[in-house]
């Protein structure tokens, strides 16, 4: 797949690795879906889109407690970043799990 050609030949570089988890995710293949996140986390650890979606992947496995410590992380960084839309998105997640 030449997205993860692309990863592979940057391997530090967090934009690649975004769109793995991002075509994972659309596959519903959770499992390497949160691989490619926890890489993606620790290339970009101030991003709470990774945290998020991470999170996503978490909840698809049914890893329910994991998924919500990822996404109280989300939030965190989300009010950080006074990101309205992502704190509405990443409390609407947590909700559901609670």
């Known amino acids: 797949m030449s997205y993860q050609r692309g ?3 940057e391997p530090n570089s ?9 075509v994972l995710l659309e596959k519903g ?4 879906a949160i691989v ?8 970009s650890p101030q991003n709470p889109e990774a ?3 991470l999170g996503v992947a978490l909840r698809g496995r049914d890893r329910t407690d994991e ?6 992380q989300a939030l965190t960084l989300y009010q ?3 990101n309205a839309e992502g704190v509405a998105k990443t409390e609407e997640a947590l909700d559901e799990l609670r």
Request: glycine residues 2%; negative net charge.
């Open 51 to 53: 945290f998020y979606e």
């Open 7 to 9: 990863a592979s030949a």
């Open 29 to 32: 293949d959770y499992l390497r």
């Open 14 to 22: 967090p934009e690649p690795q975004a769109l793995i988890g991002r």
């Open 80 to 82: 950080q970043q006074n």
């Open 67 to 72: 998924a919500i410590a990822t996404f109280e």
């Open 36 to 43: 490619a996140y926890r890489r993606l986390v620790e290339l």
